[in-house]
């Protein structure tokens, strides 16, 4: 919300369509990222991130839907978010501005550690022969495939 609110202040009259994108991709990759934890908390009923990891390299498609979506949350290119962020990284530089600079550097880099640890945790045990089998997952990849379609359609149109 602060990248956008930054686009917003600052920006320029052509930058105001992709705070609202940035707004729109965070939300759909976040919400994405949320929806995947919380079935992996319903399955395993433990929230211990390593036992969480070991659960999102159980099967090859759960693999890969899990590295998108931390991905997609870290703001990797090519994301709205990604676009959103170089956007607000040049508007804080060219406002000389030093709060707004360190603000913005804090927001951009800091704002992605969670998904950045997940998927570490994820990428590594991917190495792992020993996963547990979960079955029930319906709901989830109906969720996960919708956000990260209307991302990619969004990306697209813009």
């Known amino acids: 919300i602060e990248v956008s609110?930054?686009?917003?202040?600052?920006?320029?009259?052509?930058?105001d369509l992709i705070s609202l994108l940035y707004?729109?991709?965070?939300?759909?990759?976040?919400?994405a990222m949320f929806i995947f934890i919380w079935w992996g908390y319903s399955c395993i009923l433990s929230r211990s991130w390593l036992i969480?990891?070991?659960?999102?390299?159980?099967?090859?498609?759960?693999?890969?839907?899990?590295?998108?979506?931390f991905m997609g949350a870290s703001s990797f290119p090519p994301t709205?978010?990604?676009?959103?962020?170089?956007?607000v990284a040049v508007i804080s530089?060219?406002?000389?501005?030093?709060?707004?600079?360190?603000s913005a550097v804090i927001i951009l880099f800091g704002g992605s550690l969670?998904?950045?640890?997940v998927l570490g945790l994820v990428i590594n045990s991917l190495l792992d022969s020993n996963g547990v089998i979960v079955s029930?997952?319906?709901?989830?990849?109906v969720y996960v495939i919708y956000?990260?379609?209307?991302?990619l359609l969004m990306f697209m149109v813009v």
Request: with cysteine; charged share 5%; net charge negative.
């Open 93 to 102: 530089l060219l406002s000389q501005d030093f709060v707004l600079i360190l």
């Open 80 to 87: 709205l978010q990604f676009f959103g962020e170089v956007v």
């Open 114 to 117: 969670l998904g950045l640890m």
């Open 147 to 151: 956000f990260m379609f209307i991302g």
């Open 136 to 141: 029930g997952i319906n709901g989830l990849l």
């Open 52 to 69: 969480l990891s070991t659960v999102f390299c159980s099967v090859i498609f759960i693999q890969v839907v899990s590295v998108m979506v």
């Open 5 to 15: 609110v930054v686009i917003l202040i600052f920006g320029e009259y052509n930058t």
């Open 23 to 31: 707004l729109y991709g965070h939300g759909c990759s976040v919400s």
